[in-house]
């Protein structure tokens, strides 16, 4: 039950992260239309531009994949509570899903890394304003769970 507990807490907290970490699941007009707001925002040259699409396209894919594993792992942890299985196969089931949300974090990490290491000064001076409007809401950009959310 703890480790269900934790894996929980894991989701709500991956939500949190701001949103610039997390590659666009919409993969259309939105996620184009947030990079856009950022191209603008920041007065992105089309270089950058054109990077960021890639490094954001890259975690959208790789999200996408892991979201369909994360969906399995839901399912057969409610199946397995539905089932009154044991603690044992609970824990282990809780735990795979929490490392899928892992993977899931690092790969949103890793796309705004590679995102910010493109700024200039300037730049990142802008960007990291935008995370702090409103708390963890975020940019504002190209962003699966929460990039521009509320926005």
Known sequence: MNKFILTTML???TAAIPAVAQPSGDRG???SSRLDYLAGY????????????TIFTAASTA???????????RTA??????????????????????VIEGQIAAIN?????????????????????IGNRGGAGGAGGPGRRGFGRGQ
């Open 29 to 31: 007009t939105q996620g």
């Open 11 to 13: 989701a709500a907290m």
């Open 42 to 53: 920041l007065n992105l040259t089309d270089t950058q531009k054109s990077q960021a699409q």
């Open 109 to 129: 990490a890793k796309a705004q890394a590679k995102f910010y290491a493109l700024l200039t000064a300037e730049q990142k001076t802008k960007y990291d304003q």
């Open 63 to 73: 999200t996408a994949t892991a979201q369909g594993q994360l969906d399995s792992a």
């Open 77 to 98: 942890l409610r199946d397995a509570w539905k089932a009154n299985r044991a603690d044992t196969e609970l824990d282990r089931l809780g735990a795979a899903l929490g």
